[in-house]
């Protein structure tokens, strides 16, 4: 019978917080990490409810490690969890978390939830994530939360998107991505780097993002053929190649100017 991450959270011997809408997308994202030696790290962990939620669902060959601001959450250490104490918007902070624990296989961001936090994480994540890895936000409804100085150009919703776009300009005939507003300069550049050569998808969830971190799969394009017999089919797209009149008058109502 497939484990459900539900069930695990309602055995939790600690309050967590959770929306229902989660538990099918946790189910979707993890079924395949479930027993499995594996390093598990969640951003912003409370009262730890969540921690022996994902020892329960993940199993005993899962490490599991829980970062947050409150010194109070070190009292799960021993309950034989790791714990960080430090603040996600820090790139700092993350080099020394990646300097003691090494790379990871996930890693869930249920912090702060605001811009600046799920954008500095995602930065400074991804090339710590092992292949098949992934990086999960989630919580990312407060893109749209007035509380959370948003809807903004600059809301983690909108970074994800311009992300797409990213690791779409890996075809290699499109030219340069454009410079947008959302970082600066020497951060989007790096950014850039970072999704060209590790994501191999972003999926969007209802209040959950997901980064799948694949180097091999995170690679340029190219175009191939195989060995079959071209029976050389005229290119009807814009009409038939015999009349040129109607190409014509199918690239006028296009707008198409070549």
């Known amino acids: 019978m497939e484990k459900k ?135 990312t409804h407060t893109s749209y939360m007035k509380e959370f100085d948003n809807p903004s150009e600059k809301s983690f919703v909108n970074f994800s998107k311009r992300n797409i776009d990213c690791i779409n300009y890996r075809f290699p005939s499109i030219d340069e991505l454009p410079v947008s507003n959302h970082l600066d300069l020497e951060r989007e550049k790096r950014m850039k780097k970072i999704l060209y050569d590790n994501v191999f998808s972003i999926s969007f969830f209802e209040s959950i993002i997901c980064y799948k971190v694949n180097k091999k799969l995170a690679k340029k394009n190219v175009k191939v053929k195989n060995q ?13 190649p015999d009349k040129r009149d109607t190409i014509e008058e199918l690239k006028q109502a296009l707008d198409i100017n070549e």
């Open 5 to 139: 991450t539900k069930h695990s959270f309602i055995k939790s011997k600690y309050l967590s917080n959770k929306h229902i809408n989660y538990f099918d997308v946790y189910d979707d994202l993890f079924k395949n990490f479930v027993d499995k030696k594996i390093t598990f790290v969640e951003v912003g962990i409370l009262n730890g409810g969540s921690l022996f939620m994902w020892r329960d669902y993940f199993g005993k060959n899962a490490r599991i490690i829980g970062i947050d601001l409150n010194p109070a959450s070190k009292r799960f250490e021993k309950e034989g969890f790791e714990i960080f104490i430090g603040d996600q918007q820090k790139p700092e902070f993350w080099n020394f978390f990646f300097n003691k624990v090494g790379n990871i296989d996930i890693l869930l961001d249920d912090g702060g939830h605001t811009n600046e936090q799920q954008t500095v994480t995602t930065e400074n994540c991804i090339e710590k994530i092992n292949d098949e890895g992934l990086l999960v936000i989630e919580d």
């Open 228 to 240: 079959g017999e071209n029976l050389n089919h005229k290119d009807f797209r814009y009409g038939n």
